[in-house]
């Protein structure tokens, strides 16, 4: 768990007051300042918030109660707690920055297997997409349970009977490659990279051209 005094060095790195951070948070700005000065006990719930924040802009926190901004933009994220976590990153990297998704998948099953709160997820996808904040979500998969109740997605289907458990998104920017079939998977590795980005989504484009339409939907579980 971080400590008060990471806190106060990350929004130093970053050049935030404390107004800043208690935006991103929904948290008082007083609060924090008193987080960070031990006049306040906080809250477990409070300091993950807190974390999230100061990470997703860009800090890493290290041994020794140090911090830095991360040395490169590239992120790693391994296992079940991280994919959460990956997923978070996604939903939040959306609804900052909008834009078009493409999700290319062998079982698109797999995250239902891997994301115990799939239907939080898919409800809210829908709302950002509701609200205008992202223009269009497509999926090619080879196996998936071609879901329609959710609208903010579109599906295509792939030809090939049997490909490698793996994924890729492309976002805002971002590629992330997700294996499911890692030590401890899954095993996710998120490249912030507008070009990487561009040519993963233009060899998207052309699978999307010459890809099947979907089965007919099987029943959506939940």
Not at 20 to 45: H, M, S, V, W, Y
Not at 51 to 74: Q, S, T, Y
Request: net charge neutral; charged share 25%.
């Amino acid at each position: 768990m971080i400590t008060p005094r990471q806190i106060r060095a990350a929004r130093g790195l970053l050049g935030w007051e404390a107004i800043e951070l208690g935006k991103r948070t929904d948290l008082n700005p007083k609060t924090i300042t008193n987080i960070e000065e031990g006049r306040t006990q906080a809250q477990a719930g409070s300091l993950e918030r807190i974390a999230k924040a100061l990470n997703d802009a860009g800090v890493e926190f290290i041994a020794n109660e140090g911090v830095r901004i991360k040395p490169n933009d590239i992120e790693v994220f391994e296992g079940l707690e991280r994919f959460a976590a990956f997923n978070d990153f996604f939903y939040e990297q959306v609804k900052m920055h909008g834009g078009d998704i493409c999700l290319s998948v062998t079982d698109e099953r797999f995250f239902a297997k891997y994301m115990p709160n799939t239907i939080e997820h898919y409800e809210r996808m829908q709302k950002l997409f509701d609200a205008g904040v992202f223009k269009s979500f497509r999926i090619l998969a080879n196996e998936s349970n071609f879901a329609t109740r959710y609208n903010y997605n579109s599906y295509k289907r792939w030809r090939e009977a049997s490909l490698s458990p793996v994924a890729y998104y492309t976002f805002t920017g971002h590629i992330a490659l997700i294996s499911f079939v890692h030590t401890t998977p899954p095993y996710v590795v998120v490249i912030q990279s507008a070009p990487l980005a561009h040519a993963y989504t233009l060899a998207f484009d052309a699978a999307w051209a010459s890809a099947d339409e979907p089965l007919p939907p099987r029943t959506v579980q939940t």
